[in-house]
């Protein structure tokens, strides 16, 4: 089954300094990966996606790429700000088409004023 | 429109005892998702329904948790009897299709003392 690694466990950077996630997934029929921000007391919540036909896609200040020869992608935050302040989820859809996502480990990203 | 909700938002029960957590998903969304973060850990995949189906539940630990969707709209999740390592938080989540966005909960704190 899909297996997915993230790195690093937690992430510190200075206001306005670029913030850069890394994951791996093992099962290259993996096609669709979200990235989830989850804040103190809320549940996850989706703040970008891609799918398998395309290398890069951009939302304001966020952006993810997927290499999928490689099998890794990653969330990109640029200009951060206190509230990115979170733990950040990425996660795999499992190839058996139920739906299912195999999350990694989680990153908690401190961003310092 | 309102949000997957969760109850209750904390339990804490000793060694033995049996506890119930519930969800209630967007409304509409046929495909309900139940996961579970342990100590830290990533989020793991419990079960998945849609409808009141269970379309796959290979990430259920073991006999000790039962889910139900009796009528397919909310759902509940019973762990009898309670063990240690049961503690964690417990997402519920929901999306429309099974290729679509899947938006959670804020989920249950479970402390197995």
């Known amino acids: 089954g899909e297996n997915v690694e993230q790195h690093p466990s937690t992430l510190s950077v200075q206001e306005g300094d670029s913030a850069v996630i890394k994951c791996t997934y093992s099962d290259s029929a993996s096609n669709y990966f979200p990235w989830y921000k989850q804040e103190l007391g809320k549940g996850p919540q989706l703040i970008i996606d891609?799918?398998?036909?395309?290398g890069e896609k951009k939302d304001q200040r966020i952006a993810v790429t997927l290499n999928k020869t490689a099998k890794h992608f990653s969330l990109h935050i640029t200009e951060t700000q206190p509230e990115d302040s979170a733990v950040y989820f990425c996660a795999a859809r499992d190839s058996s088409n139920t739906g299912k996502l195999i999350f990694g480990q989680g990153t908690t990203l401190q961003v310092k004023p | 429109e309102a949000g997957v909700t969760q109850f209750p938002s904390h339990s804490v029960i000793e060694k033995g005892q049996t506890v119930t957590l519930r969800c209630d998903p967007i409304?509409?969304?046929?495909?309900l998702y139940w996961y579970r973060r342990v100590m830290g850990k990533e989020i793991k995949f419990l079960l998945h329904f849609v409808k009141e189906s269970k379309q796959d539940e290979s990430g259920m630990p073991n006999n000790r948790f039962l889910a139900e969707r009796t009528g397919g709209t909310y759902s509940t999740l019973k762990v009898q009897p309670a063990e240690l390592e049961d503690s964690g938080v417990y997402f519920c989540?929901?999306?429309?299709?099974?290729?679509?966005?899947?938006?959670f909960g804020p989920g249950t704190r479970l402390t197995v003392l």
């Open positions: 989540a929901s999306s429309q299709g099974q290729g679509n966005e899947q938006f």
């Open positions: 409304s509409g969304h046929d495909n």
């Open positions: 891609i799918r398998s036909n395309v």
